[in-house]
């Protein structure tokens, strides 16, 4: 019974593609992430959710785009993938007064 | 941005030791920290939280200390065992109605049986 779960697990594209990022959540959280991860395990913010208005874009390209269909979801979509994009993104979820977040288990994206 | 070629911090312990991983964080107006432990292929898991009014919070196994004068926290694993082997991050919210966790930098655990 995954509380936070995110597909694909692993993602390898050619550069110039589109590609999308699925995470939903099924613990009735206000608020939804998303992070990149690289490979020196830096974890850097993207976006954050709260009951489907973004509250934060951390100098993150255009090319990236939130969705958020409802409470429950936050896709994450990429346009014109480019190499530095490989990475690992992590959804994750919190409480509006937080306890600290619930991450998924991450997407591996391989841009080649 | 990050600096280029600088390696994950890294603490070797053998097994049956107590761990200290030292974080410091920036910003003063920040009133609660979580550490998180993420394992190899694993996304991050909360371990324990502490808030701004307190300088100390124990939990099983784990105690995370807090010195906001210096801004600074720490977390203390006792009899350290090889399953905690894992890269740790401390993270800071900043009060303001959304919780929006900033992490640091991150530390390689490598216990050793």
């Known amino acids: 019974d995954t509380a936070v779960s995110q597909t694909p697990k692993y993602l390898v594209t050619q550069m110039g593609n589109d590609k999308s990022i699925k995470c939903e959540q099924n613990?009735?959280?206000?608020?939804m992430y998303w992070y990149k991860q690289d490979s020196k395990k830096f974890l850097k913010i993207m976006f954050s959710?709260?009951?489907?208005?973004?509250?934060i874009n951390e100098t993150v390209p255009n090319r990236f785009s939130p969705k958020s269909p409802d409470k429950a979801h936050l896709n994450l979509h990429i346009n014109s993938l480019e190499l530095g994009d490989s990475a690992v993104y992590f959804c994750?979820?919190?409480?509006?007064?937080?306890?600290?977040?619930?991450f998924g288990s991450g997407t591996r994206l391989t841009v080649v | 941005g990050e600096s280029v070629g600088l390696h994950l911090p890294t603490l070797s312990v053998q097994e049956g030791d107590n761990s200290i991983i030292n974080c410091a964080y920036s910003?003063?107006?920040?009133?609660?920290f979580i550490w998180y432990k993420q394992e190899s292929g694993k996304g991050p898991q909360f371990i324990i939280d502490i808030r701004s009014n307190m300088d100390k919070r124990q939990g099983q196994r784990v105690t995370v200390l807090l010195n906001k004068t210096v801004k600074h926290l720490s977390l203390q694993i006792a009899a350290t065992q090889p399953g905690d082997s894992a890269v740790y991050f401390c993270a800071e919210n900043i009060a303001g109605g959304s919780y929006i966790p900033t992490f640091g930098r991150g530390t390689s655990l490598i216990v050793h049986p």
């Open positions: 994750a979820s919190s409480p509006r007064d937080s306890s600290g977040c619930t």
């Open positions: 910003n003063s107006a920040s009133d609660y």
């Open positions: 613990l009735g959280h206000d608020t």
């Open positions: 959710y709260n009951n489907k208005e973004l509250i």
